[in-house]
Each structure stands twice: as structure tokens, then as C-alpha cells.
């Protein structure tokens, strides 16, 4: 069963077309004309395309062709094996990418060296997955058929089927295309990863301080008068010392941070400060729930 957001279904899906368009262009201006199979079913349609040119016709199988038939016979296995309810986004956005690698074939087709291909390739198809995942969807392929599996195979995870999967893809890009290729196109996949764990988990960095200090209640008032920032009490015991100590712990933006050591140092230059990376923080005085 898929997750059910609470926005309105509308949204979601127009999320979801803008990212299979830029998927669709990525692929159709990078990846397609360098040769780089990224894994998936539209790597595996590279390959097509490129075994059945002056076969089938003189450019071979177009891309938008075997996303579809492939695709759909794995909704429909899917649906058998897991109800009718399943994956209704998805399959949406597997019949649009279909569409939207149709439509982005006439967009112009960079001649740019094979790395830059990778970086722009990368980011743009990486924007487009972190679309369609940030609106709890797939676009079929690799993690469908993975899915399928491993209702038969049940000691091996989902992800770990998509990895051989998308490998073997690879592996078939390598014998095609030749080795320099599938090291490019791996570079390429591991900028997409990247780009899609920065979409999905936040990119509104922030710094998380936990200050040890007997002197809490001075600490804890200056920053809430200074930064105008919430204060949290933890408490906490000494492992050692067997004492009860009281932890503040304090989220701040990353220019409040020199700030706020700064304070903790004029207040008691024996705090223990611990500075940690928050990826993303919702909330009053961050991002707001919408």
C-alpha cells in the first residue's frame, strides 16, 4: 500500500510531472547521446535503443517504447501479487515518464565532454527522482521488479535486489558501450543518489549545540534574550561523578553559531559544548508545516 500524504492529491501530482520531465530530459540530453547507462529500465532502454538501431529502424527502439513495455507488465504482476490498490502513484508516473521521455527527445542534445555530462546529468535526473520520491512515488523499473522478487526471496532486502539489479544493468551498459562509459555513468549515479538524499532529507543546514554547564539557567536565559532561539532542558548524570547535570540543547541557524559559543565562553569557560549538523529542522523559527 502506498503512503498517503495529507496534502492534496493534486499537488502531488504535479510534483510528480515536473520531476519525471526533468528525468526525461536528463536522460534524453546526457545520458542517451553519451551512452551512459544509469541503471533502471531507462538504462536498459539505452541499451535497446542501441542494439536495434538498422534493425528495427535506423534509430533503433525509442527509449519512451521500452520504458512502457516493461513497466506495465510489472504493474500488472504487481497488482496480482499485491492487490489492486497498489502503487497507483507510481504507475502514474511510469506511464508519464514514458510520456515525458517522448515529448523531451526534440530538446537539443549538448555535445559536452562526457564529464560534464555526468555532473549535469547527475544533478538534473537527481532533482527529478527527489520530485517524484518527495511526493511518495516511484518510477517503476528496477525497485518495481525488486519489489516483486523479494515476495518470493524473502531473506534478501528490497534494496539489496534493486543494487544487483541496477549492477547487472550497468554490467550490460559495460559490454555495450565499453568500460570508460559505465565508470562515467556510475559517477553519474552517484551524483543523482546525492542530489536526492539532499532533496528528501532538507538543504536548510542548521547546528544543534548540547552545553554541560553549571551555570544552565545564565546560558539558557542569554541565548533565548540574544538569539532568540528555544532552549530545552535534558537531564542527565555523570557517569563517573554520579551527579545529576542538567544538558541544554539548542538549535540554531549555522551564522548563530559562532554566537552562541561565544556566549557559553563569557559565561563559563568550562562548559562542555558538543556542535552537531542538523540536516533539516521544522518548526517555529525554521521552516514552517505547511
Known amino acids: 500500500m502506498e503512503y498517503r500524504s495529507s496534502r492534496k492529491p493534486v499537488y502531488d501530482y504535479i510534483v510528480i510531472i515536473i520531476g519525471t520531465t526533468l528525468l526525461a530530459a536528463a536522460i534524453n540530453m546526457f545520458f542517451e547521446p553519451m551512452e551512459l547507462v544509469t541503471g533502471g529500465v531507462t538504462g536498459l532502454a539505452i541499451i535497446v535503443k542501441d542494439l536495434t538501431k538498422n534493425v528495427v529502424s535506423d534509430e533503433g527502439i525509442p527509449l519512451y517504447v521500452t520504458n512502457l513495455f516493461i513497466n506495465i507488465p510489472l504493474f500488472l504482476i504487481a497488482i496480482w501479487i499485491k492487490g489492486k490498490d497498489f502503487g497507483r502513484r507510481s504507475l502514474f508516473s511510469t506511464i508519464f515518464l514514458s510520456f515525458a521521455l517522448y515529448y523531451t527527445q526534440w530538446l537539443p542534445q549538448l555535445n559536452v565532454d562526457t564529464f560534464l ?22 518510477t517503476g523499473g528496477t525497485d518495481l521488479c525488486a519489489s516483486i522478487i523479494q515476495h518470493y526471496i524473502k531473506h534478501i532486502s528490497v534494496a539489496q535486489l534493486m543494487l544487483i539489479l541496477d549492477a547487472c544493468i550497468i554490467i550490460g551498459g559495460l559490454f555495450v558501450f565499453g568500460i570508460e562509459k559505465a565508470m562515467y555513468a556510475i559517477i553519474a549515479v552517484y551524483i543523482s543518489a546525492k542530489v536526492i538524499d539532499t532533496m528528501l532529507e532538507g538543504i536548510h543546514f542548521s547546528k544543534a549545540a548540547f552545553i ?4 544552565h539557567d545564565h546560558i539558557a536565559k542569554e541565548i533565548m534574550a540574544t538569539l532568540d532561539r528555544g532552549v530545552t532542558g535534558l537531564y542527565g548524570q555523570g557517569v563517573y561523578s554520579l551527579q545529576e547535570k542538567k544538558i541544554l540543547l539548542c538549535v540554531v541557524s549555522k551564522k548563530q ?9 563569557d559565561l563559563d569557560k568550562n562548559a ?8 533539516e529542522v521544522l518548526g517555529e523559527g525554521f521552516i514552517e508545516y505547511s
Open 117 to 138: 555530462a555526468c555532473i549535469f546529468g547527475g544533478v538534473i535526473a537527481g532533482v527529478g527522482l527527489g520530485l517524484v520520491f518527495s511526493a511518495f512515488s516511484t
Open 212 to 215: 554541560i554547564s553549571d551555570k
Open 257 to 265: 553559531i559562532a554566537k552562541l559559543k561565544d556566549i557559553v565562553r
Open 272 to 279: 562542555f559544548v558538543i556542535v552537531a549538523d542538523v540536516r
